[in-house]
């Protein structure tokens, strides 16, 4: 079947399929969203209002066999950063929209506020219903509720409470194949889903499958493909401990924000790693390795288990841990997960919401440790919308403006994720230029600076790390247009038949000739697309810069502070 | 010499998490790992003092030494 444009209008209630545009035709995920949101949404525009859009593409190869290729791209301008945002998920829902012929779903316009609606898309296009029942729910109820709903087993994309109150931190989420979550986390994405009225998404192929120019090839391409990922040692510790793996080594090398980003490590660091995390999921009869798409072969995910040995989360990713763990010293794990999944179920993402927490806590809401106060302010504070709800759910920047905290860890509006940028310092490069607003995936600098993946380069001395972050954000751009989960990184830096294999992939899917450098200028021009964006918006180069308490507060162990001139960081751009 | 070596993910199992030991004044760190009985070509990031060391380094006494496999996430 052909790719084609789905479209919705939510202020005429209509919908069309439209050819792809010959432009368009050799993008998919992060490069189709941002080059469409791009294109067809005014810069300037209110990211809640009608010209905002709100843009779904699985990624080039979602939809096929291809091992870890059912990442889905959400886009829109983002109402946390008022930047162009990309945030991508795992879940089934790319993978059928792909077979559903479905290259993107653009969700334009504003339905009137007296009603709320669900959209069906199948291979004919997309169906708009009014939807009652499911309003004010819970994302667990409303994938439980759908299962029983439809016949059929249908990808659901979904946005709970903190998406229909427009929070800035609100998420999309989306149906895994065990009828559980995962979420396009960053940059408030379910508000933009929330201002289209529009509360979740069916996807139902109907048997519709991705057609392959060179079936051949592409199973050749694939096998090789599929062993390298599964060959590589890092992909074995991830389906091992999750990507919790990390909480040790980030706090070994002293970078774990810990207390609101007042030091370096945090002394409760053990309980909450994952390698404690294996052995609890162990005990309670919980599954170690998890895959969040059929396909996958790393598998990083896992189903968390209470005490009682039930259900309590999955998904359970170190970003979430650390936030709620060393950044709000919360030392118990079971804490923490019921934490997780009260923000699966609010649809709000666990790092910005989690980062909101430090700030409050600075700032005296609660005691920093205290978890069962944040999840007490989860279920009666954020789920109710209270003032001090919407707060914490507008983000880390809106607690500290709220309350008057001078040590807000954001850039762009966005909160800063789990490696502190004084230790790491290429993440500095990386926090302060992706036009996303501080994100870690953007140009996962961790890896060289910490891990020894693709070389290594002193995390400790600003040196080389311009040109290590630009590179990877140029990689990591081009990724993120396959629809490949990032984590296949980890196999490409190191492995050299890795790489190489993923365009035969690509080549064999669409039956064309890229080669490495179409790749390399793909990652560039979907970086400079977005910037362009952001500097029509409004932005120019003194908001790519880290709050100023990471220029003058030290960090203790290693007591470094950020050193970066504006001139170094604004090099970042020299390409 | 006295050291602190902490060990992390499956490098704990059937040894340890963290133990003080003793080892010749001339140890490196590709030797400790060779003692413990962890293969080299597993070790991904090893740490003297939370800063990364390479294998032919010789801790000091009172050293914290950490060594991780392979490991990556994000
Ligand atoms: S490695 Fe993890 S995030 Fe990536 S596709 Fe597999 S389960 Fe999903």
Redesign the interface.
Known sequence: MSDKIFRVNMTELTVSVEEVPQNWAGLGGRGLTSTIVAAEVPPTCHPLGPNNKLVFAPGLLSGTVAANSGRLSAGAKSPLTGTIKEANAGGTSAQLLARCGCKALIIEGQAKADSWYSLAVTPAGVAISEEKELIGKGNYEVVQTLSKRFESKRGVITIGPAGEMKMEAANISVMDPDGNLRSNGRGGLGAVMGSKRVKFISVDPQGGKVTIADPEAFKQANRAFAKALVDNPVSQTLGTYGTNVLVNVINEAGGLPTRNFTSGQFEGHDKISGETMHDLIEERGGVVKHNCHAGCVIQCSQIYNDANKQYKTSGFEYESIWALGADCCVEDLDDIAEADRLMDDLGIDSIETSVAMGVAMEAGVLPFGDGPGVCRILREEVAKGTALGRIIGNGAGSVGRAFGVTRVPVVKNQAIPAYDPRTVKGMAITYATTPMGADHTAGYAVATNILNVGGSVDPLSKDGQVELSRNLQIATAAIDSTGMCLFIAFAALDDPNCLPRLIDLINARFGINLTGDDVTNLGKTILKTERAFNQAAGFNNADDRLPEFFYNEPLPPHNLVVDFTGEEIDSFWNF | MKLTV?L???F?DNRF?AEVKQYPEQATVADIIGDLGIDEK?V??T?LN???CRLDAHPQEGDIL?I???????
């Open positions: 902490k992390f993910a499956y704990r998490v597993e991904g990031v740490m939370s800063r990364h950490a991780f496999p392979v490991i990556g996430g994000g």
